[in-house]
Every structure is written in C-alpha cells, then in structure tokens.
C-alpha cells in the first residue's frame, strides 16, 4: 500500500463536486491507485521524474496526475482535471 501525498488537492476537489456518487466513486478509485499505482497509469513523456497520468472512471472522467516516490511507497497528487 502506497500513501497518498496532496490530499488538500483531493480536498480541493472533493469541496468541489456537488454529486455525492461521483466524490464516493474517486475515493473508491484513489483506494486502488494506493494499492497499484502504476495499473492503469501512464508515464508521462519528457519528463525525467516518473510522473504519470491515469484517468478516474468517475462521470464525466477525471485525469489525475501524479508523481511516483517509489523509495518512499508514495504517490504525490499533482492535478485533477476533468475531461470534457
């Protein structure tokens, strides 16, 4: 299990959604990005620190970066944006 760093991030976002269902379905999602952050995840390109994309199935869907500590089983939140 990874722990999640940026959760003011998440706050931030949560505060933000006024659809409980979807709140619950990230929470749900963040869950198992913790347990195996790289299972959906792509890196992204360019970039030397092993930052990666991965898209929450949550409706509409929510692209959520984040940077990988693998030393210090950590996953940093960097940004979520919603997909159109």
Do not use: C
């Not at 931030?12 to 990230?26: G, I, T, V």
């Not at 992204?44 to 994309?53: E, I, K, M, N, S």
């Amino acid at each position: 299990m990874y722990q999640l760093d940026g959760r003011d991030l998440l706050f931030e976002w949560l505060a933000r959604q006024a659809d409980s269902n979807r709140r619950l379905a990230m929470l749900d999602w963040l869950a198992g990005l913790a347990s195996d952050p790289l299972d959906h995840a792509q890196r992204v390109p360019g970039v030397l620190a092993p930052v990666y994309t991965a898209v929450a199935p949550v409706r509409p869907p929510v692209v959520v970066v984040f940077l990988l500590a693998e030393q210090f089983r950590t996953v940093k939140l960097i940004r979520f944006r919603d997909l159109p």
